[in-house]
């Protein structure tokens, strides 16, 4: 009898938890990601390298506050199409699937390690209401749509390098810039290449915040040498003193060398550098120390590494990320790099994990933070617009540090301009760019030290705005006449060359001149030659006899 009272109280108590289950808030959560086939892969849009950290994101969801949600996962990807451009043609795809298979779910949430191809989603996630966060890359930002409902936790933030770079042209009036491109080197610069695609979408009036700059670019590749880069900077005469190199750090070398052998590096224009973090811990066992000339004879390129020159500046973000010596920080590390090796036969190099992979982790934690506040305080689940509002106005204390966000709902993150000391021959920080509070400040006196002593440098190309400039005119004026000197001398040396040789056969036909009255009698003789030889003998004396009678010469006969 205790048996069946047993039985019946564990079906009414399995019953009870069923229902418990079925109570609590179903939140289907998201990854949009590649499987690459390689073990220890390098590439950052593979799962091999964040699903570490995001699968330990949905087990802390799940341990610390699944007694009031129902958390699920789902990767989002197709392993037989391993590449970022193939994603971008699925997303939509796995998007619009994702939410249909999930139609009874109280909530959704995207939270991915790169965003290039959540920019193909954001209209959706937007009109579903699906909360989108990034921890590898920048925020989806579409010049004519608001993104509201996205965040994202990369350290390299590009709404924030944007705004930067944007009050920096502000501030010296400089409208007019261009992007000197090496193609050799930047399809592996991920950096350049972000940059590059932001100028393109935000600049030349695309995005009203942006306003009232021009962007060109100008093309080179490196691998056919220092003469393609010679004419890629003399085209920057017609076009833009305001220079952002966007390649290698060997590149860099190249384009810097070839300046200063063309007299570039005067103060009259300015180099723009990209880099990561000069400032700030690192994560990995890489000091900024690598900030150094880049050897010219090396092979590979590198992509943080530049070249110590005047008239450049070096633009970097502060890592904000706390002493990689802290408990939180040691202990997090420790348990990727385990998940990595167990669950996908990965090691990350040097034993280090990238930044984004700890963002990775950390926004599943900043999302659990949210949904539980305002789902306590509301007793409703909000949507992802309503859920990027609240977390834009709150500080989160996260294992690498303190979290804010901007009113893009990127990662507040402070940067750096340097420009070299030439009694020194290092970078000195003279301009920071506070995020929160979107400030532009000068931290030295930078016309002590640029070159030239005249700073700002110019807005105005070299040759004007019109390619009219005096002194490009002048040195055009010179270049016409030089030539039209030198085609004259070219043209009179023919010509008396045609004289001369003229004036020869004129002598050589006087000198010579053929005898009109007696060139038949030549051919006669040919002709009479031919007919002797069918002669009688008889009839060869007496041709003889007439013959000898009117010319001497036909003795020869």
Not at 33 to 47: C, F
Not at 67 to 84: A, E, I
Not at 220 to 235: H, T
Not at 336 to 348: D, G, W
Request: hydrophobic letters at 40%; proline letters at 5%; one cysteine or more.
């Amino acid at each position: 009898m205790d048996m069946i009272v047993w039985f019946v109280s564990l079906g009414y108590l399995s019953c009870a938890w069923v229902e418990a289950g079925r109570a609590r808030p179903r939140v289907a959560l998201a990854t949009t990601t590649i499987m690459v086939p390689e073990a220890n892969t390098t590439s950052r849009d593979a799962v091999q390298t964040t699903g570490p950290a995001i699968d330990l994101g949905v087990e802390y969801l799940q341990r610390t506050y699944g007694t009031l949600f129902n958390f699920s996962h789902t990767y989002l990807m197709d392993p037989s199409r391993p590449t970022v451009p193939l994603l971008l043609d699925d997303v939509q795809n796995f998007a619009a699937k994702f939410a249909y298979d999930n139609a009874d779910s109280d909530a959704f949430a995207i939270l991915s390690s790169c965003t290039i191809e959540q920019n193909r989603i954001l209209s959706f996630t937007k009109d579903t209401g699906i909360l989108l966060g990034c921890s590898g890359g920048s925020v989806p930002v579409s010049p004519t749509e608001t993104n509201g409902h996205c965040f994202g936790l990369s350290i390299f933030p590009g709404s924030v390098a944007m705004k930067f770079i944007y009050a920096l042209l502000l501030a010296n009036k400089w409208t007019n810039i261009v992007g000197l491109v090496d193609l050799d080197t930047i399809g592996g610069e991920a950096l350049s290449r972000g940059y590059r695609a932001l100028f393109q979408e935000r600049f030349n009036g695309l995005d009203p915040a942006m306003e009232g700059i021009r962007y060109t670019d100008v093309i080179y590749n490196s691998n056919l040498g220092y003469p393609g880069i010679e004419r890629a900077l003399r085209v920057l005469r017609q076009t833009a003193r305001i220079v952002f190199l966007f390649g290698s750090g060997k590149s860099f070398l190249m384009v810097l060398r070839t300046a200063k052998d063309r007299g570039m590096i005067k103060g009259e224009y300015v180099f723009f550098m990209l880099t990561f973090s000069r400032y700030g811990v690192s994560l990995d066992n890489v000091d900024d120390t690598w900030w150094k000339t880049t050897d010219a004879n090396a092979d590979s390129p590198i992509p943080v590494r530049g070249y110590v020159s005047p008239a450049t500046i070096v633009i970097s973000f502060v890592n904000p990320y706390t002493d990689g010596l802290d408990t939180p920080i040691r202990d997090l590390r420790s348990r990727i790099v385990e998940r990595a090796r167990i669950h996908y036969n990965m090691t990350y190099p040097r034993s280090g994990v990238p930044t984004l992979v700890y963002a990775a982790y950390e926004m599943h934690q900043v999302y659990g933070m949210i949904l539980n506040e305002t789902f306590t305080r509301t007793g409703r689940i909000m949507s992802g617009e309503e859920l990027g509002a609240e977390l834009r106005k709150r500080t989160f204390r996260l294992p690498t540090g303190l979290a804010s966000f901007s009113s893009s709902g990127e990662r507040d993150i402070n940067m750096i301009g340097e420009i070299l000391d030439p009694v020194t021959m290092k970078f000195v920080p003279s301009l920071m760019y506070e995020s929160a509070s979107e400030k532009l400040s000068t931290t030295a006196d930078i016309a002590s030290f640029w070159p030239g002593g005249s700073w700002p440098p110019p807005n105005q190309p070299k040759c004007g705005y019109m390619g009219n400039a005096k002194i490009c005119t002048d040195r055009i004026s010179s270049s016409q006449k030089d030539f039209v000197v030198t085609v004259g001398i070219g043209v009179s040396v023919s010509v008396g060359l045609v004289g001369i040789c003229t004036l020869i056969v004129v002598r050589y036909m006087r000198t010579h001149k053929p005898d009109s009255e007696t060139w038949w009698i030549l051919i006669g003789k040919l002709l009479v030659q031919r007919q002797l030889r069918r002669m009688s003998l008889v009839e060869k004396k007496l041709l003889y006899a007439i013959l000898s009678k009117s010319a001497d010469s036909i003795d020869s006969f």
